[in-house]
């Protein structure tokens, strides 16, 4: 049998998972990360560089916190199409859309592994928080190539599996110590053991590299974040700005 380094997930449990948590996600997001997240995910799109009028896909959008980041700065002509296997979570994302009419956003309900949009469809993708949860991360990295232009870009924002063990140890802590307990007040406590183990077996960033590379990438580089907690996976097929 091939060696399957990473965890497999059934993409139907994940999205139950996520509809389960859509009300309370953007809450949570804040909670437990003091914040911060809304700074990591700013250095995702500091890192895309996406330009007004262009066309931008964010896979795993979740409740569109980046989608509409996004859209803020392809305004006026561009759009962003938010993907999502979650119907809870593209509710709350058309609700929060709703309030800035200004902004050019659609969303479809889809497996990222089974896209329903054509080759080339973008001139930069985004995916956060959504590569550790698919099937295949290869397969994943995959339907990113197919979906660039070839001059675009894409950068994938995850936690990240720090080298150095004191690190590691704190990232576990911190799951086990604050995640969980503050998940459990929220009733959440199953969903967000789920994360631990999902971190644990995701990619390093090397391994994120080598995969992006098979999958036709010129363009390769992991930026740890945060500390080394968070990182930027930044892709590119030509070296081009989205
Ligand atoms: C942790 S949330 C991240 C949401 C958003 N990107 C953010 O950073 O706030 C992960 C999202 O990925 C979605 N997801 C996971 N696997 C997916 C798949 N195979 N296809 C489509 N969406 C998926 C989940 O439904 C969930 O909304």
Known sequence: MPHQPFAQTDPATVFRLFDQTARTYDLLNDLLSLGLHRLWKRQAVALLQPRPGARIVDLCCGTADLALLLAERVRPHGCVIGVDGSAASLEQARQRAAERPWLHLEFIRADVLALPLPPGAADGVMM????????????????????????????????????????AQAQRSYLQQVVVPVARMMDLEAEYTYLERSIATFATGAQQEALARQAGFAVARHHPIAGSLMGLLELGLAGGRS
């Open 128 to 167: 956060a928080y959504g590569l550790r949860n698919l099937a295949s991360i290869a397969a994943g990295l995959r339907v990113i190539r197919y979906l660039l232009k070839p001059h675009g870009r894409a950068v994938v924002l995850d936690f990240n599996r720090p080298s150095r063990p004191l690190w």
